[in-house]
């Protein structure tokens, strides 16, 4: 039997994880073709509100019904925007281990969104969901993404080399088109006894509440 991670969402000091919704199409898009974006990930390039609407409607969800892992639109609880996107995926129910992925819309940058976001889903993953492990795959100039995971206490355990592909384009012509470049690839990862508090061991204020879509 396949496992899956529940229907949920995740509410933190000032930040809303939750599945994506059709209203959050237009911002999806427009996140997606983010030069950061497709720099750094493999999202379609260019990115259209089609393609937006496969994944909010179709691709997020079979993510969590098929067991892979789970896909959170990240919002901001005072304006309800979409400042983001954290998605578990790879996830081995036997290691108890997942994968972490994120983005942040280039506006909400810089406010610290990406490590909140991805704390707090990780707080959950080990607490609520009792995972032992989590993994980062950042490619090697990825500065901003190395950042993140060792802001949030991410180990890093090594390279992979020549594991990745990113997109690079002329600084001359930056509006030229993209080349497919190989990478290596730095592994992080993250166990419950890294975090600051572990899980189990809280005072009750474990910075995040997570909650099930039907209450
Ligand atoms: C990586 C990314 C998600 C960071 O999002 P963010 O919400 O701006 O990150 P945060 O604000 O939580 O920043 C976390 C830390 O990283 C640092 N940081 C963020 N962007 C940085 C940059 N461009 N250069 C150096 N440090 C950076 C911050 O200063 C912060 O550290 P501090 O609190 O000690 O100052 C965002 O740049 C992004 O969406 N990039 C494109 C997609 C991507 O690369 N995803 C990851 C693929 S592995």
């Not at 993953?125 to 901003?144: H, M, P, S, V, Y």
Request: charged residues 25%; proline residues 5%; aromatic residues 8%.
């Amino acid at each position: 039997m396949t496992s899956t991670f529940p229907d949920i969402s995740i509410s933190t000091e000032r930040l809303v994880l939750r599945p994506y919704e059709e209203a959050d199409i237009p911002a999806l898009a427009e996140m997606m073709n983010d030069e950061l974006v497709t720099a750094w990930t493999s999202v379609a390039q260019p990115y259209t509100e089609d393609d937006a609407r496969a994944f909010a409607t179709r691709i997020a969800p079979a993510e969590r019904t098929e067991g892979r892992g789970i896909v959170f639109a990240v919002t901001e609880f005072l304006t309800q925007r979409l400042v983001g996107t954290v998605h578990l995926q790879n996830t081995d129910w036997r290691i108890r281990s997942s994968e972490i992925g994120y983005m942040t819309a280039p506006w909400a940058r810089g406010e610290g969104y990406a490590s909140e976001s991805v704390l707090a889903v990780t707080q959950w993953l080990f607490d609520d969901q009792k995972f032992e492990r989590l993994e980062l795959r950042i490619a090697a100039d990825n500065t901003a993404s190395q950042q993140v995971a060792q802001k949030i206490g991410c180990i890093s355990e090594g390279v992979l080399r020549n594991a990745g592909i990113v997109r690079s384009r002329p600084e001359e012509d930056p509006g030229g088109r993209w080349a497919e470049i190989r990478t290596d690839l730095i592994v992080w990862s993250l166990l419950p006894e890294d975090l600051d508090v572990p899980p189990g061991r809280g005072s009750g204020d474990e910075g995040y509440v997570a909650f099930a879509d039907w209450e």
